[in-house]
């Protein structure tokens, strides 16, 4: 018998080449499965809400994996203890709990949501943030910043803003997209969805900067929805900026199984 187990996992996404397990090269879910499967013997279906990409981080990644109930139940109160003093110190579990059959860590999940840090002071990024935020050259004007942002906000079909993944859709629904500017100066772009497509929030971002740097006008980004392939002219910004901040779920097991249905039925959601 085995038991679902979500693992809440954060990382700096740095030194990793992406999320996924790739031979020969360092990943997040490398580095996880290879300290999970010491403890439990026998891992199996790791799957997680958002394949992140290379130098891409997260404080609100989720995952689940089935694990042997009896070790489960050796190891449960005490295994984020262990795994602190396992895995290396950029990757941190913050929670492992006990899931119901029904909880898919993709296809479960109502929204994920994102954060891209950008500074626009004259000495770049502090050295301390340096690896989460973007140093953008030129001044950046808020206001015109969430124009831009507010056209490319609800459900429209964003393969101008995406790679595109054979047989998979780009339409999608962005339930929020804004920019604040926090007390120490940096800009943040706040961009939620009920899943991306690849490369889609950084050049969402990519788009929106022009605009905020008065080198494009505010209506430019969501002029390009209706294009059926990708825009050549939309920049895609660097990895690092990006982070993965919250993935919710339904709260109730029903829920949670007729959401994965429908996820399933509607699209092959690249995560």
């Given at each position: 018998?085995?038991?679902?187990?979500?693992?809440?996992?954060?990382?700096?996404?740095?030194?990793?080449?992406?999320?996924?397990?790739?031979?020969?090269?360092?990943?997040?879910?490398?580095?996880?499965?290879?300290?999970?499967?010491?403890?439990?013997?026998?891992?199996?279906?790791?799957?997680?809400?958002?394949?992140?990409?290379?130098?891409?981080?997260?404080?609100?990644?989720?995952?689940?994996?089935?694990?042997?109930?009896?070790?489960?139940?050796?190891?449960?109160?005490?295994?984020?203890?262990?795994?602190?003093?396992?895995?290396?110190?950029?990757?941190?579990?913050?929670?492992?709990?006990?899931?119901?059959?029904?909880?898919?860590?993709?296809?479960?999940?109502?929204?994920?949501?994102?954060?891209?840090?950008?500074?626009?002071?004259?000495?770049?990024?502090?050295?301390?943030?340096?690896?989460?935020?973007?140093?953008?050259?030129?001044?950046?004007?808020?206001?015109?910043?969430?124009?831009?942002?507010?056209?490319?906000?609800?459900?429209?079909?964003?393969?101008?803003?995406?790679?595109?993944?054979?047989?998979?859709?780009?339409?999608?629904?962005?339930?929020?997209?804004?920019?604040?500017?926090?007390?120490?100066?940096?800009?943040?772009?706040?961009?939620?969805?009920?899943?991306?497509?690849?490369?889609?929030?950084?050049?969402?971002?990519?788009?929106?900067?022009?605009?905020?740097?008065?080198?494009?006008?505010?209506?430019?980004?969501?002029?390009?929805?209706?294009?059926?392939?990708?825009?050549?002219?939309?920049?895609?910004?660097?990895?690092?900026?990006l982070t993965l901040v919250e993935v919710v779920y339904p709260a109730?097991?029903?829920?949670?199984?007729?959401?994965?249905?429908?996820?399933?039925?509607?699209?092959?959601?690249?995560?």
């Open positions: 018998m085995s038991k679902r187990i979500r693992v809440d996992v954060a990382y700096d996404g740095t030194d990793f080449s992406g999320w996924a397990v790739q031979p020969g090269r360092r990943t997040v879910a490398g580095e996880l499965l290879a300290v999970l499967e010491r403890l439990f013997g026998a891992v199996e279906g790791l799957t997680v809400a958002g394949r992140t990409d290379a130098g891409v981080h997260a404080t609100g990644q989720v995952c689940h994996i089935d694990v042997p109930e009896e070790r489960w139940a050796a190891l449960g109160d005490s295994l984020v203890r262990r795994l602190a003093g396992l895995l290396p110190l950029d990757v941190r579990v913050l929670a492992a709990t006990e899931a119901p059959p029904e909880f898919d860590a993709r296809f479960s999940a109502l929204s994920r949501r994102y954060e891209y840090r950008v500074t626009d002071a004259p000495h770049g990024a502090a050295p301390l943030r340096r690896r989460d935020t973007l140093a953008w050259p030129r001044p950046l004007d808020l206001t015109l910043l969430n124009a831009a942002a507010a056209g490319l906000v609800g459900e429209h079909d964003f393969a101008a803003f995406c790679r595109r993944k054979e047989h998979a859709s780009t339409i999608r629904a962005v339930s929020q997209l804004s920019w604040r500017r926090d007390p120490d100066g940096i800009l943040v772009a706040t961009v939620q969805a009920d899943a991306f497509c690849w490369s889609m929030v950084r050049s969402l971002v990519g788009a929106q900067l022009p605009v905020g740097d008065g080198r494009r006008s505010p209506s430019w980004p969501a002029g390009l929805l209706g294009r059926s392939v990708r825009a050549d002219e939309v920049g895609v910004v660097p990895a690092h900026g109730d097991v029903a829920a949670l199984r007729e959401r994965a249905e429908l996820t399933r039925r509607r699209r092959d959601v690249p995560a």
